[in-house]
Nanobody
Framework: QVQLVESGGGSVQPGGSLRLSCAFS????????MGWFRQAPGKEREFVSV???????KYADSVKGRFTISKDNAKNTLFLQMNSLKPEDTAMYYC????????????????????WGQGTQVAVSS
């Protein structure tokens, strides 16, 4: 059984940085594509970024150039480095995992992932 636990959220001023982590417990971590989604109050959960087992990445246009996804296979941990944060980045951020999956012609959506963490809150305000 896969379990995902996010950490690293918090409050930051515009222009600041945060680094989110997602600890993966279960088998065969290296075979999973790992993603980050976010959900702001009153809005649908939206895709942020994804990384596959080989390190290939995708980003939503809204975060491209500011956020960086990475993972440490030795520690079964996923990261999201968030720089130049904006108020519109305020949301609950969720880690997600799906084995043996990549999205060649489209961005991932919520329904593509079978495993989810409980979320970590990010608030960006002055």
């Amino acid at each position: 059984q896969v379990q995902l636990v996010e950490s690293g959220g918090g409050s930051v001023q515009p222009g600041g940085s945060l680094r989110l982590s997602c600890a993966f417990s279960g088998n065969a971590y290296s075979t999973y594509s790992m993603g980050w989604f976010r959900q702001a109050p009153g809005k649908e959960r939206e895709f942020v970024s994804v990384i596959d087992s080989s390190g290939t990445t995708k980003y939503a246009d809204s975060v491209k150039g500011r956020f960086t996804i990475s993972k440490d296979n030795a520690k079964n941990t996923l990261f999201l480095q968030m720089n130049s944060l904006k108020p519109e980045d305020t949301a609950m951020y969720y880690c997600a995992a799906e084995p043996y999956r990549w999205w060649y012609s489209r961005m991932p959506v919520e329904g593509d992932f079978g495993y989810w963490g409980q979320g970590t809150q990010v608030a960006v305000s002055s």
